[in-house]
């Protein structure tokens, strides 16, 4: 290890020192945490599973405070739940994507990544539209999907009448 000398503002100490970082007592500490956490970062940004781990730890304070007050008040919201869940698996397909060929291959990557960014996402919104299909919404307030149902069953009802074949649309 090697020590480096740095001059730091009094106010970004402060602030260094009110982090929550686990296991980091005093400056130097937190500045390694923060160095090792940036790394992590960067380098986890080329891989799917890492990136949504980091992301995971991001959303974590969140989770954290909904979690807190989800049991002092003896609530739960799995729309937020699906919601937090499924966010970092979305953003992961999109930061760690795979390198895009100058060349002739590279209809295929892009084809991957909208395969992979697709899949994610449509995931997600079928989580949350199996969620409205009970009379009672599990969320804190019941009704936090339902201005969305209809634009949602319009657009699918548009998507269905395209999709099917004319003989059939005739009769």
Same mark, same amino acid.
């Given at each position: 290890m090697?020590?480096v000398?740095?001059r730091?503002?009094?106010d970004?100490i402060q602030w260094?020192?009110?982090?929550d *970082?686990?296991g980091? %007592?005093?400056?130097?500490d937190?500045i390694?945490?923060? *160095?090792?956490?940036t790394?992590?970062q960067?380098?986890?940004?080329s891989d799917y599973?890492?990136?949504?781990?980091?992301l995971r730890?991001?959303?974590?304070?969140l989770?954290?405070?909904?979690?807190?007050?989800?049991?002092?008040?003896?609530?739960h919201?799995?729309?937020v739940a699906t919601i937090?869940?499924?966010? $970092?698996e979305?953003?992961a397909?999109?930061i760690a994507?795979? $390198?895009v060929p100058?060349?002739?291959?590279?209809?295929?990557?892009?084809t991957r *990544?909208?395969?992979?960014?697709a899949?994610r996402t449509?995931?997600?919104?079928?989580?949350?539209?199996?969620?409205? *299909?009970?009379?009672?919404?599990?969320?804190?307030?019941?009704?936090?999907l339902d201005?969305y149902?209809?634009?949602?069953?319009?657009?699918?009802?548009?998507?269905?009448d395209r %999709?099917?074949?004319?003989a059939?649309?005739e009769?």
């Open positions: 090697q020590t000398s740095v730091i503002p009094e970004d260094l020192m009110g982090l *970082i686990e980091a %007592r005093n400056p130097s937190r390694r945490s923060l *160095i090792g956490a790394r992590r960067r380098e986890g940004t599973v890492a990136c949504a781990a980091m730890d991001f959303l974590r304070p989770q954290d405070v909904l979690s807190a007050a989800e049991r002092r008040e003896k609530v919201s799995e729309v937090l869940a499924g966010l $970092p979305i953003m397909e999109a994507f795979p $390198p100058a060349d002739g291959a590279a209809v295929a990557t892009l *990544i909208e395969a992979d960014l899949m449509m995931r997600l919104l079928v989580q949350l539209l199996r969620l409205s *299909i009970t009379p009672a919404v599990p969320a804190y307030d019941p009704a936090v201005s149902l209809a634009e949602i069953a319009h657009i699918a009802d548009l998507v269905r %999709r099917q074949p004319t059939t649309k009769r």
